[in-house]
């Protein structure tokens, strides 16, 4: 039995699986992994990215940080690869209860998953911070230099920023998601990012997959390990 059918075999048997992804998920939807090759990691700005998209940078250079945000961050053109539109189905059938994601991307969503816990926030979503009234990213898109509401407020990206922390009320229903889970399936992640990659250590069970391009600190503890590209390994996947 090869990898795609060891994997096809827990999917059919299961009936909780939670999902749990990273940047690997939407590379294929054209938006770069920070990490890889081509990433941001990769490129020369007069501030390293993880600097530019800081707390401390966005309130002490908040013009600088929106021209970062526009330019690098917003892939508005983006649509969903196979693997998000598997994720779906798979969640229609009844088999995945939860997509747990690092992306802010909104691909999940766009696919017509239901259930989608966003660890980092959503591109898709800002808010005036005087009145709190909601913007797309259309509105952040064609605005220029600060964004700001009606009212006179600066309007703030709903995404989580470094030196910013996760949403309590989300990552403990992530938490509790993946350790009622039959099956956890992690793809598209380094592994790297804490607190977020520490959520696997909530899993009990012996189904534990990971489906990553290059090698990670967990790789020995999963029960099964198949190093490709998530939409090319979830593409091959059939609901039963």
């Known amino acids: 039995m090869n990898k795609i059918e060891q994997l096809q075999k827990v999917i059919s048997s299961s009936d909780n699986i939670v999902f749990f992804g990273g940047a690997g998920v939407s590379t294929e939807s054209g938006i ?6 081509d990433g941001l990691y990769s490129k020369h700005y007069q501030y ?17 940080f929106f021209d970062f945000y526009r330019d690098k961050m917003i892939f508005s053109k983006a649509k969903p690869n196979k693997a998000h539109y598997k994720l779906a189905e798979l969640e229609h059938a009844g ?6 994601t690092q992306n802010i991307d909104g691909l999940h969503q766009m696919a017509g998953s239901k259930t989608v816990l966003e660890l980092h926030g959503s591109v898709k ?4 911070k005087r009145c709190n009234a909601l913007f797309d990213e259309k509105f952040i898109l064609e605005s220029a ?14 995404v989580v920023l470094y030196e ?20 956890l399936v992690v793809a598209g992640t380094s592994l790297v990012v804490y607190p977020a990659a520490g959520l696997i250590d909530y899993y009990r069970g012996n189904n534990l ?9 967990t790789d020995a503890r ?3 390990l198949i190093q490709a590209s998530v939409g090319e390994v979830l593409g091959q996947i059939s609901i039963e």
């Open 125 to 128: 979503r800002n808010y005036c």
């Open 145 to 158: 230099g600060i964004p700001t509401c009606s009212c006179g407020g600066e309007v703030k990206p709903d």
């Open 48 to 64: 390293p990215p993880e600097v530019m998209l800081s707390h401390t940078f966005y309130v002490e250079h908040t013009a600088e």
């Open 222 to 224: 999963a029960n099964l």
């Open 32 to 37: 770069p992994d920070f990490r890889s090759v």
């Open 209 to 217: 997959i990971l489906i990553n391009r290059a090698s990670t600190s």
């Open 95 to 100: 088999k995945l209860k939860a997509v747990i």
């Open 164 to 183: 910013e922390g996760l949403d309590w009320d989300t990552m403990q229903r992530a938490r509790a998601l993946i350790a009622k889970a039959d099956a």
